[in-house]
């Protein structure tokens, strides 16, 4: 079993950033692939970014050059660093992990004012 913890998230104004973690905990020996994933009010969950513990990374088109995704493989933690944030990139923010099966956060806001 895996748990999966949310953190950063917030309020800021567009042309704002800001850096969400997500730290794995449990019977962990290595997670495959972890990442982020959003869903703003009326929409459907998307993908944001994902990276393999070989650092092969995937970002959405929305998003590339402005996000960053990294990893700390030791920790079983995933950061995501979002600049230049603009008001379509307001959602809940999901951590996601694959480890035999997928797993889910419980999500963290993310608020950006116009």
């Known amino acids: 079993q895996v748990q999966l913890v949310e953190s950063g998230g917030g309020l800021v104004q567009a042309g704002g950033s800001l850096r969400l973690s997500c730290a794995a905990s449990?019977?962990?020996?290595?997670?495959?692939?972890m990442g982020w994933y959003r869903q703003a009010p009326g929409k459907q969950r998307e993908l944001v970014a994902t990276?393999?513990?070989?650092?092969?990374?995937n970002y959405a088109d929305s998003v590339k050059g402005r996000f960053t995704i990294s990893r700390d493989n030791a920790k079983n933690t995933v950061y995501l660093q979002m600049n230049s944030l603009k008001p379509e990139d307001t959602a809940v923010y999901y951590c996601?992990?694959?480890?035999?099966?997928?797993?889910w956060g419980r999500g963290i806001q993310v608020t950006v004012s116009s």
């Open positions: 996601h992990a694959v480890y035999g099966k997928n797993y």
């Open positions: 449990g019977s962990i020996f290595s997670i495959m692939v």
């Open positions: 990276m393999t513990t070989a650092s092969t990374t």
